[in-house]
């Protein structure tokens, strides 16, 4: 009788256990590791580097038959590069989900015009190409310059591992003091999640090349960029960018 009632015990204590620990919370980590998507968007990033001679015929080409290529999926810019690499474009496309651009890969291999009218004569123009899969940072959204025409910057930062969670605030701080201050407008920023990691690429506008080359000389000297900046640095490896002039057919530009 002792005996079944410790057994009695035991499994109640057992029970009590199991059921505290089904209504426990997950334990959750303080800062996370990478960037908190909240949705399944993202952008891919392609640059083609076009042959030097064919350059301009690339261009033409292009601008008559990317409908042929936008009926498939959303354009978000197209761009060529006039300073930081020659003979480049440079351009990004919106997806929903990696489902869809593989649908979206899979339509366009069995489009007939777009295989015969652009890819049979494109293909031969370009000596090489490179794509890079980015998520729009928590705290960035897409923003169209406030007008047409002007420049863009494509200005890109290789970080020290850990991604937004690490670097992020130090890198918003530094991206919000130019933007609130009216130096620069910032279209996007975006982290890399598939090409080289670790990586931060802010696209800037201007009204021309040589106001931003003003716009830089007076931001190097206003002591709230300058704190910034020397903040988000700690967390730099290196930087580059690119100068970039919006192709006709292009959406924002």
Known sequence: MIQLRAIFRNASRH????????????????????????????????????????????????????HLRTAHSELIGYWSVEYGGLNQVFHIWQYDSYAQRASVRAALAQDPNWIEQYISKAMPMLSSQDNEVTYLVPWSKIQKPPKDGGVFELATFQMKPGGPAVWGKAFRAAVSTHTGSGYAHAVGVFHSEFGPLNQVHVLWWYESADQRAAIRHTSHEDARVVAAVRESAVYLVSQNNKLMFPCAFSPIK
Request: no cysteine.
């Open 15 to 66: 029970a009590e256990h199991s059921q505290f620990v089904k209504s426990r919370p997950t334990p959750r980590a303080w800062i996370a590791t990478g960037p908190q998507q909240q949705h399944g968007t993202f952008y891919e990033f392609r640059t083609y580097y076009i042959q030097p001679h064919l350059n301009a015929a690339f261009l033409k080409l292009t601008n008559e038959k990317i």
